[in-house]
């Protein structure tokens, strides 16, 4: 149950495009199309933005996107607006009904 | 509309216990696998334990397995969870989420409470 690895910090500019990486094995992300990301704004519960993969829930504009290759998902954020900054998490199903999460990266829209 | 709403935080002294709750509104709760995650201070999120809908089946993340359980009462809309032997390292911000698996065999957490501040501490 080792945490999976984000970059701890990404920034960009408005209207600028980042992506945030998060790396696993073959046990969870490599091994399993249910890879989710969650957005995080400060004092607040998570939000989720994007899962299998590179599915949006309703509500969740599609300059959010998600992808996956090998042990290593992506979450590309277009557009960048300032409303992004925040703390965004992977999280991966690693089987037999657990899951892991990654330490969790913030992005600064610079 | 989903809503889940945590109770039960409290400043604890290491080895003492304590049991958080969540009540669930605008869904069949019986429908769905729930979970327990937690965020320490100015940490990440770490999965604690998921319950079954029935409750018939538990799981538990290596760090609190043997000293949490995870229960729940579908009568009442509630999912619980009892900490015990609590340790320093168990003080974090206890969330409640609800696991949504889709026709297409998908998984996720979709919804998550406001959280619940357990601080271990002597």
């Known amino acids: ?110 | 509309e989903v809503q889940l709403l945590e109770s039960g935080g409290d400043l604890e002294q290491p080895g003492g216990s304590l049991r958080l709750s969540c009540v669930a509104s605008g869904f069949t709760f019986t429908n769905y696998v729930m979970s327990w995650v937690r965020q320490a201070p100015g940490e990440g999120l770490e999965w604690v334990s998921t319950i079954s809908g029935s409750g018939g089946a538990t799981y538990y993340a290596d760090s609190v397995k043997g000293r949490f359980t995870i229960s729940r009462d579908n009568s009442k809309n509630t999912l619980y969870l009892q900490m015990n032997s609590l340790r320093a390292e168990d003080t974090a911000i206890y969330y409640c989420a609800r696991e949504y698996s889709s026709s297409s065999g998908g998984k996720t957490h979709d919804y998550w409470g406001q959280g619940t501040l357990v601080i271990v501490s002597s």
Do not use: M
Request: with cysteine; glycine share 12%.
């Open chain 1, 1 to 110: 149950q080792s945490a999976l690895t984000q970059p701890r910090s990404v920034s960009g500019s408005p209207g600028q495009s980042v992506t945030i990486s998060c790396t696993g094995t073959s046990s969870d992300v490599g091994g399993y199309n249910y890879v989710s990301w969650y957005q995080q704004h400060p004092g607040k519960a998570p939000k989720l933005i994007i899962y299998d993969v590179s599915k949006w829930p309703s509500g969740v504009p599609d300059r959010f996107s998600g992808s996956k290759s090998g042990n290593t998902a992506s979450l590309t954020i277009s557009g960048l607006q300032a409303e992004d900054e925040a703390d965004y998490y992977c999280c991966s199903y690693a089987g037999r009904y657990t899951w892991v999460f990654g330490g969790g990266t913030k992005l600064t829209v610079l």
